[in-house]
């Protein structure tokens, strides 16, 4: 039997994470993961919802040494834990606070269990075979999958990914702004500083000043785990910030004009991950060097028939892969996107994966995403691709004019629809399910408001009700896509079972829209606000800014089309 240690390349008495209290040594680390191991039941698997980084690496270790698995679901929706803990009886949640999630049996971790005990003196050994994760998929096209994870495989994947990255040479300090249970964040932060050398933030920041906030918590060298949609947020809130060593991201492809701009900006060098939770990672590339990805150590490809399958190094077994890889004479490939996004129009193929590259990458825009309608949002047999875009300094038009030199015109996106933002989820993904919600009421609603205007000023519903024409639409000075995020820290308590968003984050989330239009104003007033529907996780919202004669901003949040929450916020000069 082989047996693998709990943690490599650092000494006893290394730092290994970061709390805002101080740094925390593997030493002290040990001595929390078994006191804590102490305490848990002698039965079942460890569903770990830990949001704080450091309580979910105890939470994990103390599992190992306990012999138990680490249950890691991509969602915190209670339907979800629910079919977890139904799938794996006798399991216990791991939870930063007491209050149980989804009513099931939970156990808060202790932010320093073994403070004031006897400290190890030397780092445990792990047998290779034990199951020590169980990552699922997001469970978009169903129930989520579990993928298991053997401990000498996760040991190894730690390994080759710092040495892809180069951080076994000069190790850094982590700042992950993914949650730690997601196959991303938990190799690239957690598995890092256990077997690639590197030191962890405990935090989980989300907003840009939470980001530059924890950068600056932590000494150099620094690197920070993110992904294209928090790296484009962080970058133009143009926050100071302490200098990086390098950015590294996944979950979603990063555009070339936003790499080069986070290099430009923090000195960094970015590099990008792919893999999959099936997979785990498999190879990675510095993005502004362009398409080709690099193998991690030992991992290998066969492709037969455009089917690409994994295998090797830290790999579980074969793995066929959901993406088109095209190899290289020199090893390395070109990843085309996933199998389902490949697009066939009249004969001639391509991926919605090259579509948002180009579109992504014409100047000036931010972010975009192109959308291949299924017969029940269009009509069948035809095919139109949409597209949008975030492009602050450009008309759809001239994004399209711009597409004429990249693309064939059969895949020039009819329409082209510019926003403020795309509904991106916690990790940065863009899901099929939100572009389709963001098609029927930014494409298809549209269209049918705008047949009945050659009608007259009233038209005759079928059951001879009159209806009204359509009203002249408001102009708004900003409009703003937001997908509330399932993980978000104030839904924490807020309240067990049934989580329901503050409505002070609604209006923080207000206020930060009502600064890019007032930048000069010091302070703001609330004179009126109505929180009138209750939100809850993963519901996408719009929110719509509009300026009043009294240099005021009237503000509305929208979900479906109806409003749950509206008020004003007025600019005020410093105080004398």
């Known amino acids: 039997m082989s047996r693998s240690p709990l943690i490599t390349r650092h000494g006893l008495d290394d730092v290994l994470a970061w709390c805002p209290e101080g740094p925390v040594s593997v030493r002290e680390f040990l001595a929390d993961a078994l006191a804590f191991a102490a305490q848990l039941p002698a039965q079942g698997q460890l569903i770990n919802l830990c949001e704080d980084r450091y309580r979910f690496a105890v939470g994990f270790a103390a599992g190992l040494l306990r012999g138990k698995t680490s249950l890691q679901p991509s969602s915190q929706a209670p339907h979800s834990l629910r079919q977890v803990a139904e799938d794996y009886p006798g399991s216990v949640c791991l939870v930063d606070a007491t209050a149980a999630p989804a009513d099931l049996p939970a156990l808060a971790v202790p932010a320093r269990a073994g403070q004031g005990g006897p400290l190890p003196e030397a780092v445990p050994l792990i047998d290779d075979a034990q199951v020590a994760a169980i990552l699922f998929t997001s469970g978009s096209t169903g129930r989520p999958q579990p993928h298991r994870k053997h401990w000498g495989r996760l040991v190894r994947n730690g390994q080759a990914e710092a040495a892809a990255l180069g951080l076994l040479e000069r190790p850094c300090s982590l700042v992950g702004t993914v949650p ?8 690239s932060t957690l598995l890092l500083a256990l077997h690639g050398g590197c030191r962890f933030w405990s935090g989980k920041p989300f907003y840009p000043q939470d980001i530059a906030d924890a950068l600056a918590a932590v000494p150099a060298p620094r690197m920070l785990v993110t992904t294209p949609f928090h790296l484009g947020n962080w970058l133009a809130a143009a926050l100071p910030s302490v200098p990086l ?3 590294l991201s ?3 492809p990063l555009a070339e004009g936003l790499a080069r701009q986070a290099e430009a900006v923090s000195g960094a060098q970015v590099h990008e991950i792919y893999g999959s939770t099936e997979s785990s990672a498999l190879a990675s590339r510095r993005t502004v060097d362009g398409a080709p990805w690099t193998l991690m150590q030992q991992v290998t490809l066969r492709i037969e028939a455009d ?7 830290h790999v579980e077994g074969e793995v066929p892969l959901a993406d088109v890889l095209e190899p290289l004479p020199d090893g390395r490939f070109v990843l085309h996107g996933r199998i389902a996004d490949l697009v066939n129009i009249a004969g001639k193929r391509t991926s919605l994966a090259y579509l ?9 825009v931010v972010d975009a995403a192109f959308y291949l309608p299924d017969g029940a949002d269009d009509a069948p047999g035809i095919t139109r691709l949409a597209a949008f875009a975030v492009a602050p300094q450009h008309s759809a038009a001239q994004l399209v004019a711009l597409l004429r030199e990249r693309l064939d015109p059969i895949f020039l996106p009819r329409p082209l629809v510019l926003l403020p933002g795309l509904p991106r989820n916690a990790t940065g993904k863009l899901t099929r399910e939100a572009l389709g919600a ?25 059951a001879g009700c009159p209806l009204s024409a359509p009203e002249a639409t408001p102009a708004f000075a900003l409009e703003r896509d937001w ?8 839904f924490a308590g807020h309240f067990p079972g049934q989580p329901i968003l503050p409505g002070v984050v609604l209006l923080d989330q207000a206020l930060q829209a009502a600064r890019t239009l007032a930048p000069g104003a010091a302070r703001w007033a609330l004179p009126q606000a109505k929180f009138l529907r209750t939100v809850a996780p993963g519901q996408l919202l719009r929110l719509r800014l509009r300026a009043l004669p009294s240099s005021a901003f009237a503000f509305e949040f929208l979900h479906a089309g109806v ?3 509206q008020g004003q916020l007025k600019p005020e000069p410093a105080a004398p």
């Not at 089917?307 to 190094?313: E, L």
């Not at 930014?442 to 005759?460: D, I, Q, S, W």
Request: charged letters at 20%.
């Open 356 to 364: 948002n590259q180009q579109l992504a990458g014409l100047p000036g």
């Open 438 to 462: 963001l098609y029927r009421r930014e494409v298809l609603h549209e269209r049918r408001r705008a047949a009945p205007k050659a009608l007259g000023p009233a038209v005759r519903s079928t």
């Open 245 to 247: 060593e390098r950015v």
């Open 483 to 490: 997908v509330v995020p399932a993980d978000h820290p104030a």
């Open 180 to 187: 730690v249970q997601h196959s991303y964040g938990f190799e």
């Open 563 to 565: 409003v749950v929450a």
């Open 250 to 252: 996944a979950t979603a």
């Open 307 to 313: 089917v690409a399958t994994a295998s090797g190094g």
